[in-house]
């Protein structure tokens, strides 16, 4: 009985070590990702889910790490394999379709997924974006312009929401936010000049 304790004690804080251990690992590896050492990230990722292949969201790290080393197609593999996950599926599918559209040649089937994607989120302005290229690249040109306008609209909404914010911070008295807003409200200021 005693030793079967022991065995089971001896167990545990293995397991506990274990834990800690990937945690630490995982933990630098997101360090080196914002630091923008892809490298680094990658090996402690890969040394991550090698021991735990669904550990937190270290496979969606690999996959962008992947697509900013502009290697699209392994990018849009590790997106693909998160399709089903119910935390990270939507993201995933996302940047899958951000990844194929760097790689994929048939323009038509790319604009097939876009417009899928877009029916589950029609005010995303990089889908908006992609699909207005898509449709332009394929001579598209009426449908092209109907997609770059809706992204105007959602424009004027990024302006409403800088003009309010910098109304907030300024009476909170927050003055690096205020000039934060000021200088995005100031740059669409010179945008409309220009046109």
């Known amino acids: ?21 990937l945690k630490q690992e995982y933990e630098l590896g997101k360090l080196e990702y914002i630091k923008g050492r892809l490298e680094g990230a990658k090996k402690k990722f890969t040394n ?3 021991y735990e292949p669904n550990y937190k969201d ?4 690999l996959g962008k790490i992947e697509f900013y ?6 990018a849009s593999q590790i997106f693909s394999s998160l399709l089903d996950d119910d935390t990270y599926g939507y993201q995933a599918f996302l940047l899958k379709i951000k990844s194929d559209f760097f790689y994929q040649k048939d ?8 417009g899928a994607a877009l029916n589950k989120d029609s005010s995303n302005l990089e889908l908006l974006l ?4 898509l449709h332009e690249e394929l001579g598209k040109i009426p449908e092209a312009i109907q997609c770059y306008e809706r992204i105007v609209q959602e424009t004027d909404v990024i302006i409403l929401s800088h003009k309010e914010l910098h109304r907030i911070y300024q009476r909170l008295g927050i003055e690096e936010k205020v000039q934060f807003h000021q200088s995005r409200l100031a740059f669409f200021n010179e945008e409309k000049k220009r046109k």
């Open 107 to 114: 323009r038509s089937k790319m604009l097939e997924e876009v």
């Open 69 to 74: 080393q502009g290697h699209f197609l392994k």
């Open 130 to 133: 992609l699909s207005a290229k």
């Open 58 to 61: 270290v496979s969606l790290y």
């Open 48 to 50: 991550v889910n090698s």
């Open 1 to 21: 009985m005693k030793v079967s304790l022991l065995v089971l004690i001896v167990m545990l804080s293995s397991c506990s070590d274990h834990n800690t251990d």
